[in-house]
């Protein structure tokens, strides 16, 4: 009886494709849940530094807070997720992070919300980290870049979604505490969801699977001869030029126009829809070629910051910042490919260290970017990291160039 009833439970235990398909949405949902997150205090900064009688750049620590913790704690998360199963320690993250979120929503002053995004920042880290980890684990490098594009959905549309609902909250058209209830709520619904589906899964489907040879000697060939220090290179300036820009963009648009912060919040919101743009389109834009991504995505950034940053109307901000998302997509998603093939007997810590790496940027940018702000015009702001993020792009697909002219020797 007790056999007939182990038989009939193994049977029912998830594997496949349903598998495969069930963690990725989760993922994505996770993915979402840390966008929103990680991009909600954007518009927020004016509100914050009148709500608890602070500077612009000390409510922009709220940020900056957030993406230092997140960066210090990949250094280990990702020896924690090699070590005891990427998706397990993605699961409990996410518990993590409902608990710290809800600490925003009941901080009671300044000091204490910033320490619940330094505690939110560090618990998010090992989401979407750690999930492109497992990807990279389970998928072949062939199929990689367009599964990754599954994950940027949920991401995309959290970022999205996050810099939306942040300037309704700036404008207090909804309770800027409610909105971080709700987020804790569903970080706590995906990390359960998680944690019960690899209960329930067969444990010989959560396997890596065997990308092929000559693809593989490519690859690891390509990064080991040095190219693994450019990624990282690159990752940190995408981060400190690209994030920190951003993260400025509605104050900004509020600032030269004197539109609302709710508008502005939704303007910068498209630069999320350009991600889900280039995640929906991934599996044919993938076929430009990677020099080509690269190129093309570092343009669309360079001359969307410059609109943004000079236009005569606001109105043109608003195909600026859909480009701007787009063209990031298109040279991150790249990058973050390669990244998953940096070290593939330990990927959960060279992902930790790309994103680290990215995090790092951000805040090094925030914080460098709310003292220049001070000091001059918000439009210069978006000048330099448009410049920068032409070096960047010059630089990275010269690299490229070589590497796929030396293949043809």
């Known amino acids: 009886m007790s056999s007939r009833y ?107 919300l910033r320490a619940a995004r330094l505690l939110c920042g560090a618990a998010s880290s090992a989401v979407m980290t750690l999930g492109m980890a497992w990807v990279g684990d389970t998928i072949p490098y062939e199929r990689r870049q367009s599964t990754l594009s599954r994950l940027l959905i949920g991401m995309s549309l959290g970022v999205a979604v996050g810099a939306a609902v942040g300037g309704f909250a700036a404008d207090q058209t909804i309770s800027w505490r409610s909105v971080f209830g709700t987020i804790a709520a569903c970080f706590l619904l995906v990390g359960l969801a998680l944690l019960l589906m690899l209960r329930w899964a067969v444990p010989q489907a959560l396997q890596p699977q065997a990308m092929s040879a000559t693809r593989e000697h490519v690859v690891d060939g390509e990064l080991r001869s040095g190219a693994m220090c450019l990624i990282l290179f690159v990752s940190f300036f995408e981060g400190a030029l690209y994030l920190a820009a951003l993260a400025f963009v509605p104050s ?72 701007v998302g787009l063209g990031f997509y298109m040279l991150h998603s790249t990058l973050q490919t390669r990244a998953t093939q940096i070290a593939p007997e330990q990927r959960g810590t060279a992902m930790a260290a790309f994103s ?41 697909a010269a690299r490229v160039k070589v590497r796929q002219a030396s293949r043809n020797l």
């Open 252 to 323: 900004h648009l509020h600032a030269r126009y004197g539109i609302s912060l709710s508008m502005s919040g939704s303007i910068a919101m498209l630069a999320g829809l350009g991600g889900l743009f280039y995640a929906l389109c991934a599996g044919k834009l993938v076929n430009l070629g990677e020099r080509r991504l690269i190129t093309i995505g570092g343009v669309l950034m360079v001359a969307s910051f410059l609109v943004v940053g000079f236009s005569p109307a606001w109105q043109m901000a608003l195909p600026a910042c859909f480009c």
């Open 356 to 396: 680290a790496c990215f995090f790092f940027g951000q805040s090094v940018g925030v914080s460098l970017f709310g003292r220049f702000i001070e000091q001059v015009n918000s439009s210069v702001v978006m000048a330099t990291a448009a410049i920068g993020l032409l070096a960047v792009t010059v630089l990275l």
């Open 6 to 112: 182990s038989r009939y439970a193994s049977d029912k235990r998830l594997s496949g494709p349903c598998l495969l398909s069930m963690l990725l949405l989760i993922l994505a949902t996770g993915g979402f849940c840390a966008g929103v997150s990680m991009r909600v205090m954007d518009p927020m900064l004016p509100f914050l530094s009148r709500e608890f009688n602070v500077s612009l750049s000390e409510a922009g620590q709220t940020i900056t807070y957030f993406s230092m913790a997140y960066a210090v704690s990949l250094l280990f998360i990702g020896m924690v997720g090699d070590r005891y199963g990427k998706l397990r320690v993605v699961g409990w993250a996410c518990v993590m992070c409902s608990i710290t979120t809800f600490a925003c929503a009941v901080a009671p002053d300044f000091l204490s």
